[in-house]
C-alpha cells in the first residue's frame, strides 16, 4: 500500500472519531489527498455518499472539497459521475446535507452549463420537495460563475428557477428567496427586466402566516413559534438590498410601485422579529433619500409604529438585562430612520411633526433625533 492510500485510509477512519474538529479534518484531508489520484480515491468517496449513511455527511464535504479545488479539466472528467450520486443522496437528506450536495452540483453544474442547466431546470417540477429544494440552491451557488457565456445561458432559465418562490413547500420558497437575495447581489443585470414579476412572490413571504404559528410548552410557559419566521426574515433582508439597489441602477425604480413596495415595509415596522424592525428602520431611511415624495406620504402611516419602539419595553418583574439592551438598540435603529425623515420637510404630516418635535424635547434622545 501507498504512503498516500494509507494516509487517505486513516483520514476515512477518523470520520467515526468523536471529536468534531478531527471529523472535519479528516473530510477536508481526504477530499484534498483524492484529487491527487482521483481515479483511485473518488470512487471510494462516492461509495460511502451512496451507501453509509453515518459517513455521508463527511464523505459529501470531502467530495466538495474535491470539486472546488480540482482543476477545471478534472471536474470535466468527473462530473458525470458525481451528477447523478449527488441528487440521489439529497432528495431524501436533512438540510445540511442537502446544501452540501448542492453546492456540489452548482460547481459542476458550472463545468458545463449548456449540458447541466437544462437538467437542473427539468426538476423545478420534481414531486419530491426536497429534490425542488436541491435545484434552487444549486442555482444559488452557480451565481459565483463569472463568466459572461455562462449568464447568457442562465439567462432565460433564471426567472423559472426563481418562480419556485410561489412552490407549495416552506422550505423550497425560503431557498428560493435566498436564491433572489444572492441573484441580486452578484447579477443584478439578469433580473432587473424581471422585478415586475418576481417582487409580488417576494412581498407574499413578508406576511406573517398565522396558520405557521404553534404554540410550544416549556415548562410552565407557553412559547409561541412562527414556523414562517425564517422565510419571512430571507424577504425582508432581499427587499433591504434591493432598496439601495435602485440608487445603483437607473431603470429599476421606474417599474417599481412604490405603494406596494411601501405596504411591505410599513408593517415590518411592527413585526415580532427585532431584526425585521431594524431592516425596516434602514430601508425607510434609504427611500427618504431615492424617493422622498412617496416616503411623505406615507409618514401617518409610519409614525404609529415608530412610536411604540420609542416608548421602549415596558419593565416588569420578568424583564432582564438583554430585554432592556434590545430595546435600546431598537430605539437608536428607529431614531436613525426618524432623523431621515425629519430632513423630508415639515407641516407634509402633523402627527409624524409632533412625534419629532416630543423627541427633541426628550432630553434622551434631544440631541440625536436633531443629527
Known amino acids: ?7 487517505f485510509n486513516y483520514a476515512i477512519d477518523q470520520f467515526t472519531s468523536e471529536e468534531e474538529q478531527i471529523r472535519a479534518a479528516a473530510a477536508f484531508a481526504a477530499g484534498n489527498i483524492a484529487i491527487g489520484n482521483l481515479h483511485q480515491f473518488l470512487p471510494i468517496i462516492v461509495k460511502m455518499v451512496q451507501s453509509d449513511q453515518k459517513k455521508r455527511l463527511l464523505s459529501l464535504y470531502a467530495l466538495k472539497e474535491v470539486v472546488t479545488h480540482c482543476s477545471h479539466g478534472q471536474l470535466e472528467s468527473v462530473a458525470e459521475t458525481l451528477w447523478v450520486p449527488l441528487f440521489e443522496n439529497s432528495e431524501n437528506a436533512e438540510e445540511t446535507t442537502r446544501n452540501v450536495a448542492a453546492a456540489c452540483l452548482g460547481k459542476l453544474a458550472t463545468t458545463h452549463p449548456a449540458k447541466y442547466l437544462p437538467q437542473l431546470h427539468a426538476r423545478i417540477k420534481d414531486s419530491n420537495p426536497a429534490a425542488r429544494a436541491t435545484v434552487v440552491s444549486a442555482i444559488r451557488y452557480t451565481f459565483a460563475e463569472t463568466v459572461q457565456s455562462y449568464d447568457e445561458l442562465l439567462s432565460p432559465l433564471l426567472v423559472d428557477f426563481l418562480s419556485l418562490m410561489m412552490d407549495e413547500d416552506l422550505t ?9 437575495n444572492s441573484a441580486a447581489r452578484t447579477k443584478p443585470h439578469l433580473i432587473r427586466d424581471h422585478l415586475n414579476a418576481l417582487l409580488p412572490h417576494l412581498y407574499k413571504e413578508t406576511t406573517i402566516n398565522p396558520d405557521l404559528i404553534r404554540v410550544v410548552q416549556m415548562g410552565p410557559w407557553q412559547h409561541k413559534v412562527d414556523d414562517g419566521l425564517e422565510a419571512r426574515k430571507t424577504a425582508y433582508e432581499t427587499i433591504s438590498f434591493l432598496s439601495p439597489l435602485f440608487l445603483q441602477l437607473d431603470t429599476c425604480l421606474p417599474k417599481l410601485d412604490l405603494h406596494e413596495f411601501f405596504s411591505r415595509v410599513l408593517p415590518g415596522l411592527a413585526d415580532d422579529s427585532d431584526e425585521i424592525k431594524v431592516m425596516s428602520h434602514m430601508m425607510l431611511f434609504r427611500l427618504s433619500q431615492v424617493a ?6 406615507r409618514l401617518d402611516e409610519a409614525t404609529p409604529q415608530l412610536q411604540a419602539t420609542m416608548k421602549g419595553v415596558t ?4 424583564t432582564v438585562k438583554q430585554d432592556l439592551e434590545r430595546s435600546a438598540e431598537l430605539q437608536r435603529s428607529a431614531l436613525r430612520a426618524v432623523a431621515a425623515l425629519s430632513k423630508i420637510g415639515t407641516g407634509i404630516s402633523p402627527r409624524f411633526d409632533q412625534f419629532v418635535e416630543e423627541l427633541k424635547r426628550n432630553p434622551t434622545w434631544g440631541l440625536s433625533s436633531k443629527s
Open 1 to 7: 500500500m501507498s504512503p498516500q492510500s494509507e494516509i
Open 172 to 180: 423550497v420558497r425560503r431557498l428560493a428567496i435566498s436564491a433572489l
Open 292 to 297: 422622498p415624495s412617496a416616503v411623505a406620504q
Open 315 to 318: 419593565v416588569n418583574k420578568d
